[in-house]
């Protein structure tokens, strides 16, 4: 394979996914190389690359291309399959889709990587009220996410896009917190038809080795699981 671009990841992190969905979608190859941000050494040397320690980074021939909304944006830009699109060409959609980006960012995702967090504290450091807001967050947003989706095949209409990329992690791991309850139903079929997308459904498998040690596992569907462990 050549290809200027490196992609620092590890297979079970929620916004790794975000971007190997996008990368399938979008059907660029990258050198993969997975981090573990757990070892001192390994941690050191990165933060060397990119200061802020954050997985996943994009490297493109030597420049670091941090955040994953402007690596999805770098990568539609510059290496895309002709035809194949993340942001759409109109300018007022490409704004929606950048908004639903930022909305399951910043409500759904930071949500659920508190959750996770507050597991991976020793007993005596949790955080009761930090969980309790962190849970009432994640109800609060699959109401309004449910409204949008009522009248949307993906988040912002027809078409798959950044937004739907950032919606599959951000919902898959916040619902082994946080169920979606039975008023919302949209929700629901929208969260179906993200893991049945061939893109999504790739970048699931290969995590499922890793969920042994996703701190909420207890709480993952049963479909998830790996074949393997049975
Ligand atoms: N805003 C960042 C968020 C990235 C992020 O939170 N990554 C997590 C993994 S899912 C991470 O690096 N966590 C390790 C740490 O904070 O030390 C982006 O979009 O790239």
């Known amino acids: 394979m050549t290809t200027t671009l490196t992609l620092h990841y590890h297979p079970l992190s929620s916004y790794c996914h975000k971007v190997l969905i996008a990368l399938d979608e979008l059907g660029v190859e990258v050198d993969k190389r997975m981090l573990n941000l757990g070892d001192a050494d390994e941690r050191a040397a990165f933060v060397d690359l990119w200061p802020t320690g954050k997985i996943p980074l994009l490297v493109d021939a030597g420049r670091p291309v941090p955040e994953t909304s402007i690596m999805i944006e770098h990568v539609q830009r510059h290496h895309a399959t002709p035809g194949r699109r993340l942001i759409p060409e109109d300018p007022e959609h490409a704004l929606q889709v950048r908004l639903w980006d930022r909305l399951f960012d910043q409500y759904v995702m930071t949500p659920m990587q508190a959750l996770t967090a507050d597991l991976l504290r020793p007993a005596a450091q ?3 009220l930090g969980v309790a807001h962190a849970r009432a967050a994640l ?6 996410i449910d409204r949008q989706l009522a009248t949307r095949r993906w988040s912002t209409g027809d078409d798959f896009t950044m937004a739907d990329c950032a919606a599959a992690p951000a919902l ?3 619902f082994a917190y946080v169920p979606p309850a039975a008023d919302v139903p949209h929700l629901t079929a929208y969260f179906d038809r993200l893991v049945d997308r061939p893109a999504v459904a790739r970048t699931i498998d290969q995590a499922r080795p890793w969920f042994k040690y996703f701190p909420g ?14």
Do not use: N
């Not at 109800?139 to 309004?144: F, H, L, T």
């Open 126 to 128: 949790r955080d009761e």
């Open 139 to 144: 109800a609060s947003a699959y109401v309004w």
């Open 172 to 174: 898959f791991y916040a």
């Open 217 to 230: 596992r207890a709480g993952l569907a049963r479909r998830f699981h790996d074949p393997a462990l049975g």
